[in-house]
Each structure stands twice: as C-alpha cells, then as structure tokens.
C-alpha cells in the first residue's frame, strides 16, 4: 500500500507540474500577444523577480526549516498541537512581513525612482503603484509557502501546482478582459489578485477538522 501511495503521489506531483507549465507558458504567450516587449513589461518583471526573491528569503527557507518540526509534531503530538504551533508560526511571520511591508511602503518612491532611471518611457506614478501592489504579494506569497511545505506533511500533495494553475487561469482571463484597456496593469492585478486567492484557498485546505487556528501574537517559550 506505501508503494502504491508513494507511486500515486509521484504520479500526481509529474502530471500537475506538467500542466502547470504548460498554463505557463500559455499566459507568456498570452502576455506577449497583447503586450509584446515594453519598458512596462520590464518594470513588472523586475518587480517580480523582486518580491519572488524576497519570498524564497522569507517564507520558503522558513518553511523549509520549519518542516522537519511541524512533522514531528503531527506525529508524536497530534494534528491540534501540530495546527495550535503552526498557527502561531503563521501569526508571527504576518505580523513580521506586515511591519517589513510598512517600512517598505515608505521606501517604495526611491525603489520606483531607481526603477524608473533604469527603464525610461514609463511614468514615476505607475512605477511606484506597481512597487506598492507587488511588494504587497510578499506577505501573501510567503505564507502560502508555509502552508505548502505543512500540507506536505499531511501529504495533501500537489496543492502548489493547482494554485500556480489558477494563477495562469485568472491571468489568461483578465487579460482577455481588461488587456485592451489598462495593459500591464491587468498583469500587475492578477499577480496580486491571484496571491490572495492562493493564500485564501491553502488557508481553508488546511485549518479544517481537527486543524484550527488560533490567533495568538505573544512570544512564548516552547519546547
């Protein structure tokens, strides 16, 4: 039976995988369509390679580190203290990127002014409203990292394909939609719109059951 789960899942992980890729390449391909190669599209895939950085800093080497323990606690404790520690995990890294993002907020007119001398032809306003919405993601998107690396330890596999799935769905179809009439921007909204949506769906996937959340912020000794 562990070989045929094992084979299952592997199974699973391929074909997602494959089809989240390909999703991808169908939303470049949308994007360039309608976009073609501008200095707006430049300033958003800095932007993205920005705050994508700055989640795997964050979020994915703290999930990573955090995996091994979140195990152990499932299997010696229970899902409740499992979830009850995980909550907690969750609680302080939000009020930690809340506060990183704040500071970035008011940082963010000199990250749009460097932006904005490195790509000329796009206005220091729009520059500065796509540094503020995607910086933004960092808090969302580095949580959703949490909450994959936990719901590979319940072996909830493939979770993260479905939601990078979704991601090119909803950007295909906004594009489709609103592309004509606020260009770049579209990509910009989907990128955020799909990183709430994301944190959104893992968030109720995972807090069901026995798993609750617990909203608590205090710092406390644990074992």
């Known amino acids: ?6 084979i299952a899942s592997i199974a699973t992980i391929s074909f997602l ?20 190669t501008s200095a707006e599209m430049d300033v958003f895939g800095l932007l993205t390679g920005y705050v994508t950085t700055l989640m795997a ?19 010696q404790r229970g899902e409740a203290t499992a979830s009850a520690r995980f909550s907690h995990l969750v609680n ?26 490195q790509t000329c032809g796009v206005a220091y306003s729009t520059v500065l409203l796509y540094t503020r919405l995607m910086f933004a993601t960092v808090i969302t998107g580095g949580t959703t990292r949490l909450f994959v690396t936990a719901l590979n330890g319940l072996r909830k596999y493939g979770w993260m394909q479905l939601t990078q799935i979704l991601y090119s769905v909803l950007a295909i179809a906004m594009t489709f939609v609103f592309g004509k009439t606020i260009g770049i921007g ?6 955020v719109v799909n990183s709430v949506v994301q944190l959104a769906l893992l968030w109720f996937v995972f807090f069901h059951g026995a798993r609750r959340y617990e909203c608590s912020v205090e710092i406390r000794d644990e074992e």
Do not use: C, D, H, W
């Open 17 to 36: 995988g494959i089809v989240a890729k390909l999703f991808g390449l169908l939303r470049e391909g949308v994007f360039a369509a309608y976009f073609g």
């Open 57 to 75: 800093i964050l979020g994915s080497s703290l999930a990573s580190s955090y995996s091994p323990l979140y195990v152990r606690n499932l299997q």
């Open 186 to 191: 579209v990509a910009v909204a989907a990128y």
């Open 92 to 117: 302080q890294f939000l009020l930690f990127t809340v506060f990183g993002y704040v500071l970035v907020f008011f940082v963010a007119p000199i990250i749009a002014g460097y932006i904005s001398k």
């Open 1 to 6: 039976k562990m070989g045929r789960s094992v």
